[in-house]
T-cell receptor
Framework: AQKVTQAQTEISVVEKEDVTLDCVYE???????LFWYKQPPSGELVFLIR??????QNEISGRYSWNFQKSTSSFNFTITASQVVDSAVYFC???????????????FGGGTRVLVKP | NAGVTQTPKFQVLKTGQSMTLQCAQD?????MSWYRQDPGMGLRLIHY???????DQGEVPNGYNVSRSTTEDFPLRLLSAAPSQTSVYFC???????????????FGPGTRLTVL
């Protein structure tokens, strides 16, 4: 069965510090997708990024960057020069292609709460 | 596009009451799903649908029913509410992977349900 673990339940930083969120996953499938979602205090879930398992190229988008390492089953997320608006809960999620006929089931990690203090 | 909409935003029920959480999307997505979010447990899949007339169970389906009569709507029914169903419920939709579309799921704003 697939599983996603976010070992850090809460991280507190001061504004402008960098913060890295860890995500480790387990899957028996060789092809899968990984996602990060952000949940700000207002409660909605905001899609941040989607990666295919066969594309290990790391990605940078503004102050966000993602480090995907298939060898260690990790998909870590870094916020550079954090801002108060980055305060949110961040979820890592996994979707296996084996379920493609049945839809896109997401398995979520427990989430990491990031608190950025001014 | 309104995206994924959910009603109501908040609801309080007494044990044993029934209700329906509404979910609608206007993006012509084939795939729709319901998740519940509990503290420290992330989101867990309740039911999902790959198209009108087709539904299936997710990880935690007990106590919930769904139907999909149209592409746009995917209501979640609680037949006899229990305190264990106190949670935040999210509906999501995406193109089905088999249709070749982008399968990223987009979520509604959520419904916060309290069962007393």
């Amino acid at each position: 069965a697939q599983k996603v673990t976010q070992a850090q339940t809460e991280i507190s930083v001061v504004e402008k510090e960098d913060v890295t969120l860890d995500c480790v996953y387990e899957t028996r499938d060789t092809t899968y997708y990984l996602f990060w979602y952000k949940q700000p205090p207002s409660g909605e879930l905001v899609f941040l990024i989607r990666r295919n398992s066969f594309d290990e190229q790391n990605e940078i988008s503004g102050r966000y960057s993602w480090n995907f390492q298939k060898s260690t089953s990790s998909f870590n997320f870094t916020i550079t020069a954090s801002q108060v608006v980055d305060s949110a809960v961040y979820f890592c999620a996994l979707s296996e292609l084996a379920f493609k006929a049945a839809g896109n089931k997401l398995t979520f990690g427990g989430g990491t709460r990031v608190l950025v203090k001014p | 596009n309104a995206g994924v909409t959910q009603t109501p935003k908040f609801q309080v029920l007494k044990t044993g009451q029934s209700m329906t959480l509404q979910c609608a999307q206007d993006m012509n997505h084939e795939y729709m799903s319901w998740y519940r979010q509990d503290p420290g447990m992330g989101l867990r899949l309740i039911h999902y649908s790959v198209g009108a007339g087709i539904t299936d169970q997710g990880e935690v389906p007990n106590g919930y029913n769904v139907s999909r009569s149209t592409t746009e709507d995917f209501p979640l029914r609680l037949l006899s509410a229990a305190p264990s169903q106190t949670s935040v419920y999210f509906c999501a939709s995406s193109y089905a992977r088999t249709s070749g579309g982008t399968d990223t799921q987009y979520f509604g704003p959520g419904t916060r349900l309290t069962v007393l």
